[in-house]
């Protein structure tokens, strides 16, 4: 409808300021968004899903309509007259429609007693269905606590006057409502009262709405008094295909059958963990798979080939892949991208692939852009794929609809946001329940992080999901957290973890409490590779390092050098440059004619650069002669690179043999002369003894990450004497003795043991600090088990939340870009926490110089440069330490 509103209105269009140009009739949008859901309940794997938690086998025809009238009813709080007065030209007196409406039900009144006859909420609750209302009217991203709603009752709001009479509007729409789902009226058992069911729908209300208040999807209506309900049936079941909520062209396009894997990847035949995954058996119930196995053995195509498999069998209608960095996120993005090609040839049945990294707005092969004179929101796309990608791109317009895409590919934080008590935190986790949720290199999260898993783990299975989690190597003590083998979580003794089997796959149903013991056999014997690793005491000379690396690419060898630390990343590449000067140019690392190291400090198109051209360097196509390459841990995953040497800071086993996978990675390559074995040179403190930089807290900080980016040294030092009795490892047969080494429980009490009182103080310190974590992440985790409308989320806790990745990082957006130090320009840089404390989250860059590719600006209170060399503070603005791996 043209104009100022005639009736009582759902939706507006308006310029602030401005007369109301077009109004959505407020009947007419509570029948869009139950379409909408009506067509999400008709969705196979998400009525199982929803079925699963409420305790039921499916959700039968009378129970369905009796959802979507529920969802008619999620905004019948807008019939107030302050909601209806934001119509006017100049709004006075006005009201929101969510807390009001859970105000007036709160206290005794003859307003209340209205409400609830209007609603019918004696029938619905003989439905066993009033926490499922609550669960449809608190759809705004947030619950209500019914007993202290979040506004207070206001009687004037709901009394009829003789312009409109809320209440009587209320009954008439639950009166529409129940008409357009005539089989509610057929017989039914009542939903069990089971929480978890409740929160579900709540999230699956709140995606129906946000694909039913979709002005392009569900265009305003024409005639107020015309049933809205056969249009918008007919475009909910349009709208779901066209932006792949309902995958079905997908499936249909698969005929039911997973393709061939060589057909999938390219290949003559699947690695023996490729094949252990393509023969892994497939739980009606759901469950819970975790694959260890060494890198450079194919684990990402065996988990897009598993997620295949449960696709085609309309076990799954999508797949999160989930990776610790957005470094690896956009890496594995593009991997995707080309398997899905492979997959679906046909493009009009290839399912989206969307990158779930704040910062980005990437579909496919497709990188959309912001523009300030477009509604919030909107995004640009060129200019031939507008149309299409106005669909294609709906997940990725928005972060909080991240998860609502098909094929996704993020940083574990977007579904570790599901569990916390954040807004739209329930859209989160409904729309992760329809996905097969794969978490790649698990053994990279922190305390805090691993105990959020947990919970979302949990409730994935809990509704019959499917997940994996991979690693390279992870500790017996790390595996038995997720697959829970042991009912009190016991460990077998060191011995018999560093006999289990590696490559190893370990399995736990959704439907048992029990599982796997020890893993499962994930192939047979892998070629071994002899792995030298010398301590090497120069970790806090930059200069030594420098010299070190060169003078290995002057003897013709691929050199890679990883820090902890962009901190340290940067000193070692300033030496490198000095010594080289311009006689051994040609051996640096080198982006777009520029010298470069390559670590997450750069803005994304400049990161992509980097990530091309360091596979150009040290990939598999890169040309002869020595090169030297310094980086942080954004070089340890998702790469093809293959390195002659390596050079790294002292870090946990895990992460050393996940670095050591970038070296003599491709077997058919001749080696330079002096570089036929794998060698690493191991950097570490003069000292060895680590308990030096333990403080008299009992934490720790030394240099390089020792103590910040790596808390535990006694993982650290346990590392290190293993490294010191085995010159040599053949990998990847020792690697399961050699993490187990380094973080069971046994061998930590050993170092601990042989320490002394600093090592004692020290183990109770970082046990304390882990149990802390642990026991803050079960307290911020919103309970699942509590009934809908008991709670409501915590005031401020936006502010406070931890999840490590992008946990108050702010975005810095130049309008007109700035230069590339490489190529083109860039408008938006991403600014880490500590750098960006006291920065809000509208804070612009201020005071902008460019000179050359070096760009100087203002941002929070700090002066930042950015050029070749990445981001960061000018020096005086700088920190001491740096303290968070995500950042290097």
Known sequence: MDGAPSGVWGKLRRTPGSPVERWHPLVAHCADVAACLEALLADAVIRSRLARLAGLRDLEAPQRARLCILAALHDAGKFNHGFQRKGALAPADVAGHVGELFGALAVPSPERAALVAALGLREIDAWGASRLLVAALAHHGAPENVRNPSRPPRAALWRATEDRDPIAGIAALATTARSWYPAWREPAEPFPDRPPFQHAFSGLVTLADWIGSDEAAFPYAADPEADRMPFARERAQQVLRRLWVDPSAARAALRGVMPAFTDLFDVERPRPAQQAVLDLAVAPEGGLSILEAETGSGKTEAAVARFVRLFAEGRVDGMYFALPTRTSATQIHRRLVDAMRRCFPDERE????????????????????????????????????????????????????????????????????????????????????????????????????????????????????????????????????????????????????????????????AGTELADREPRPAGGP????????????????????????????????????????????????????????????????????????????????????LDR???????????????????????????????????????????????????????????????????????????????????????????????????????????????????????????????????????????????????????????????????????????????????????????????????????????????????????VLSIPAWFASGAGPDEVPREVNVSGPCVGFQFGGKRFVYDRLGLRPEAAAAPAHEEDAADA
Request: aromatic share 6%.
């Open 350 to 509: 290839r399912p989206p692939v969307v990158l779930a990294v704040p910062g980005y707005l990437r579909v496919d092969d497709l990188v959309g852009g912001r523009d300030p004179r477009l509604p919030p929101f909107a995004v640009c796309w060129p200019d031939d794929e507008q149309e299409r990608m106005r669909w294609r791109g709906w997940a990725v317009e928005h972060g909080k609809r991240y998860l609502a895409g098909t094929v996704v590919v993020g940083t574990i934080d977007q579904i570790l946001l599901s569990a916390l008590p954040l807004k739209h935190a329930h859209l989160r986790a409904a729309a992760l329940l329809r996905h097969f949720l794969v978490v790649d290199e698990v053994h990279a999260s922190d305390a805090y992080m691993n105990r959020l898993l947990e919970t979302v783990l949990e409730r994935h299975l809990a509704a019959g999901g499917h997940a994996l989690l991979m690693s390279a190597t992870l500790g017996a003590a790390a595996r038995e957290r997720f697959v829970r083998s042991s009912a009190d979580g016991s460990l077998p003794p060191l011995a018999a973890c560093e006999e289990m089997r590696y490559p190893g796959i370990s399995c736990r149903g």
């Open 613 to 827: 051209a360091i596979e150009a360097a040290l990939g598999k196509r890169a040309g002869a002669g020595g090169r030297v390459v310094v980086a942080t841990q954004t070089v340890q995953q998702s790469l093809d690179l293959d390195a002659d040497l390596l050079l790294t800071d002292l870090c946990p086993a895990d992460v050393l043999l996940q670095r050591a996978g970038r070296l003599h990675r491709h077997a058919v390559r001749k080696r330079p002369a002096g570089f036929e074995r794998a060698r690493v040179a191991l950097l570490v403190p003069c000292d060895p003894d680590l308990g030096k930089y333990i403080t008299a807290r009992g934490d720790a900080r030394g240099p390089q990450g020792i103590g910040t980016v790596y808390r535990d040294l006694r993982i650290l030092q346990a590392t290190w004497s293993f490294v010191g009795e085995h010159a040599e490892i053949e990998i990847p047969a020792n690697n399961r003795a050699f993490v187990e080494a380094a973080t069971h429980p046994e061998a930590l009490g050993r170092v601990v043991a042989r320490g002394g009182e600093r090592w004692t103080l020290h183990a109770r310190a970082v046990t304390g600090a882990l149990l802390g974590e642990q026991v803050l992440a079960t307290t911020n985790v919103f309970d699942w088990n509590r009934p809908l409308g008991d709670a409501a989320f915590g005031a401020g806790f936006d502010g406070l939340v931890k999840t490590r990745l992008g946990a108050g990082d702010r975005i810095a957006r130049f309008d007109g870009g700035i230069p590339s130090p490489f190529a083109g320009s860039v408008e």
């Open 526 to 609: 892998a070629d071994s590779k002899p792995l030298a690793i010398e301590p090497v005491p120069i970790l806090d000379e930059a200069s030594a390092i420098a010299g070190m690396a060169l003078d290995a690419a002057r003897a013709g060898g691929r050199v890679l050098v990883i820090r902890n630390t962009v901190k340290g990343a940067l000193a070692v590449q300033r030496d490198l440059e000095a010594r080289a000067g311009s006689r051994d140019r040609a051996l640096l690392f080198e982006c777009e004619g520029q010298a470069a190291p390559h670590h997450s400090r750069y803005a994304a198109p400049d990161r992509e650069r």
